[in-house]
């Protein structure tokens, strides 16, 4: 075989085969993860709200979608309304996004027909680890900063540090800030379409 001549337009003709032939496996290796990846995270989203709602037998309703602009940023909601075996209406989740310390912090939080916080997961974070990523415990019902059964709907959630009744994570203002902003957004929310 013999070899290939050294010239631009010969480099510029390898360069681009070999982009099509990568370019074509991502695309197939997308295309055979895609559908696996989606069913994950329904199943993880479908037991996110369970654990949220404090109930393992609650029927999910079609989500219903907010837009809103917060801070001159558009700011999407995912509403789930929930509903128990006997059909009764329990609350909803609210999926909520702000950004905190290193990017998007995601929520899942529940609220009882009352307004008050049922339960709350961490969806996506990209916060420091150690520190930021507390969050997924420290505002549990046994976590230092306990959020559970609170309601934004009295007053919003605020650290103390800011005059507040939340205790804030050590050494991760910024994080708790941004974790109490999604819960009261995510409750602003759910009272507009409740």
Not at 169 to 176: L, M
Request: proline fraction near 4%; hydrophobic fraction near 40%.
């Amino acid at each position: 075989m013999e070899k290939l001549k050294s010239s631009l337009p010969n480099m510029v003709g390898v360069l681009v085969g070999f982009s099509i032939i990568i370019g074509g496996l991502l695309a197939y290796v997308n295309h055979i993860t895609e559908g696996p990846i989606k069913q994950k995270q329904e199943k993880t989203l479908a037991a996110g709200i369970k654990t949220v709602m404090q109930n393992n037998n609650v029927q999910v309703a079609d989500p219903e979608t907010l837009n809103e602009t917060i801070d001159g940023k558009v700011a999407t909601f995912i509403i789930h309304p929930c509903k128990d075996n006997a059909g009764k209406n329990i609350g909803s989740a609210i999926e909520s996004t702000t950004n905190g310390f290193g990017g998007d912090l995601q929520v899942l939080v529940g609220f009882d027909n009352d307004g008050k916080i049922l339960g709350y997961t961490i969806l996506k974070s990209s916060e420091t680890p150690g520190l930021g990523a507390k969050a997924g415990v420290w505002f549990q019902k046994d976590g230092k900063g306990n959020v559970i059964g609170m309601s934004p709907k009295d007053k919003p959630l605020v650290v103390s540090k800011d005059g507040g009744d939340v205790d804030a994570i050590t050494a991760s203002t910024i994080t708790s800030r941004a974790f109490l902003k999604a819960i009261n957004q995510a409750y602003a929310a759910y009272a507009k379409k409740k």
